[in-house]
């Protein structure tokens, strides 16, 4: 369980966001959390998720490094890797990025990503429409003709998984995260004329209607749940919403939640029962630190347990001292 790739960001471990050292640390990250999966410990690697900013802003090379990086990992890993967005992918680039290229960007590889492991993804939340109400833009003498083709993208993008009995939820940057924008969408032969296709717009909404019956069939499956997002606190507000995901939390047992957002936290955070009630809450650690969780689960006892792990610059996994990682937390709070 790891967060915040958020290449090429280095600050403040080193000043100016030097891509080199970005990309350094992030091969380093993947690298730790591979050598931890091929030890002979009897705990089976199943999956690796990182919990959001996956960038530092969303721009073309950034997104198109860490797919780099990515795929390089996964070579390594050989395991699913679970994706989400944070407030650096999207959030902070509406509405401050030309075209709100930036959070369109990233919105449309998440939704890429999750069609590409759709054998994987039990539920998700994003419906994608197309609109052709005339033909598209061509020109006429040296003008182009107005199109009006659109794209509708609706949802929160929270999906969900299992493994063996462990049902895995992942909420994106946080549960009540919702924003409008468009975007117009252009072709990709930069030689056209006529390049104006359409406009795109995103309605990304709260994701907690969805959480709701997502939470209620893994319950009737008996499953243990797991809830991930990116920002336990800061963005996340305590308004009606808050009250809402904590009254879902508590009411299916969820045994824990798994977030990102804070680069230098990782391991148990101190109980926070206005936004989680009982239910604890664990930092993930982040890529410029090098630090990541191990989650082990013992279904024969019905416990978890959690240890931190720093990925080392010659792409190590030394195990780290964090608070209670010597406890079993109850599968069912």
């Not at 090379?61 to 390089?72: G, H």
């Not at 909420?171 to 359409?198: H, M, V």
């Not at 243990?224 to 879902?248: M, N, P, V």
Request: proline letters at 3%.
């Amino acid at each position: 369980m790891g967060a915040d790739p958020q290449y090429p960001w280095t600050e403040p471990v080193v000043k100016g966001n030097r891509k080199d050292i970005s990309r350094d640390m992030i091969e380093n990250y993947f690298l730790g959390m591979s050598k931890l999966s091929k030890l002979k410990s009897g705990c089976v690697v199943k999956a690796v998720i990182i919990n959001g900013d996956l960038t530092a802003f969303g721009r073309e090379d950034e997104l198109d490094t860490f797919k780099r990086l990515l795929e390089d990992a996964k070579k390594e890993l050989n395991v699913p890797v679970f994706l989400a967005l944070g407030n650096h992918d999207y959030a902070n680039n509406v509405n401050d990025c030309d075209n709100n290229d930036c959070s369109t960007r990233m919105v449309k590889f998440m939704v890429a990503d999750l069609s590409r492991k759709m054998a994987l993804i039990k539920s998700k939340d994003m419906h994608v429409v197309k609109i052709m109400e005339r033909p598209l833009a061509y020109s006429i003498g040296r003008r182009c003709s107005d199109p009006t083709f659109r794209i509708l993208f609706n949802g929160s993008l929270a999906y969900s998984f299992d493994i063996e009995n462990i049902h895995f939820v992942q909420l994106q940057n946080y549960p009540t995260y919702q924003i409008e924008w468009q975007s117009k969408l252009y072709s990709e032969d930069k030689e056209a004329f006529c390049r104006f296709k359409g406009m795109q717009t995103f309605n990304i909404r709260s994701s907690l209607n969805w959480l709701e019956n997502d939470l209620r069939d893994a319950a009737a499956q008996a499953k243990h749940i797991i809830i991930c997002f990116h920002d336990s606190t800061e963005h996340f507000a305590l308004d009606a919403g808050a009250q809402r995901f904590k009254r879902l939390i508590t009411e299916y047992h969820v045994a824990g939640i798994f977030v990102g957002h804070f680069h230098n936290r990782h391991g148990l955070f101190p109980q926070d029962s206005q936004r989680y009630g009982n239910v604890p809450v664990f930092a993930s650690g982040a890529a410029i630190y090098g630090t990541f969780l191990r989650v082990m689960f013992y279904p024969r006892t019905e416990t978890m347990s959690v240890q931190g792990y720093l990925s080392t610059f010659s792409g190590q996994a030394w195990k780290l001292d964090i608070k209670n990682d010597t406890d079993r937390f109850r599968l069912r709070t």
